[in-house]
């Protein structure tokens, strides 16, 4: 059975950071894709990061480009959301994601095959 066990979320002030993790079991080999989502309150989930089974690829949405950096340990089948320099818009529910095949666009949300079940950021102003 696959699951994704994020953590790391919590309460910060603007300008501050925060480390998110997600845990994933299934595959030994790992997942081709892993990304992260956000769901605000009222707005619709959204892209925020992913990488490339490799490491070496990656995306970010234009909100936290040069803020969030993204990683993965394919050993410990790990995924984890560096976020610095947050700002109160950055407030929402953080999601783990995972693809089970290679597809295009790891941007869209209906390109992943699991979720977890998130975890809260909140920024302070």
């Known amino acids: 059975q696959v699951r994704l066990v994020e953590s790391g979320g919590g309460l910060v002030q603007a300008g501050g950071s925060l480390r998110l993790s997600c845990a994933a079991s299934g595959p030994t080999f790992g997942y081709p894709a892993m990304g992260w989502f956000r769901q605000a309150p009222g707005k619709e989930r959204e892209f925020v990061a992913a990488?490339?089974?490799?490491?070496?690829?990656?995306y970010y949405a234009d909100s936290v480009k040069g803020r969030f950096t993204i990683s993965r340990d394919n050993a410990k089948n790990t995924v984890s959301l560096q976020m610095n320099s947050l700002r109160p818009e950055d407030t929402a529910v953080y999601y783990c994601?995972?693809?089970?095949?290679?597809?295009?666009?790891?941007?869209?949300?209906?390109?992943?095959?699991?979720w977890g079940q998130g975890t809260q950021v909140t920024v302070s102003s």
């Open positions: 994601a995972a693809a089970s095949v290679v597809r295009p666009r790891l941007t869209a949300r209906g390109n992943y095959d699991y």
């Open positions: 990488i490339g089974w490799s490491g070496g690829t990656t």
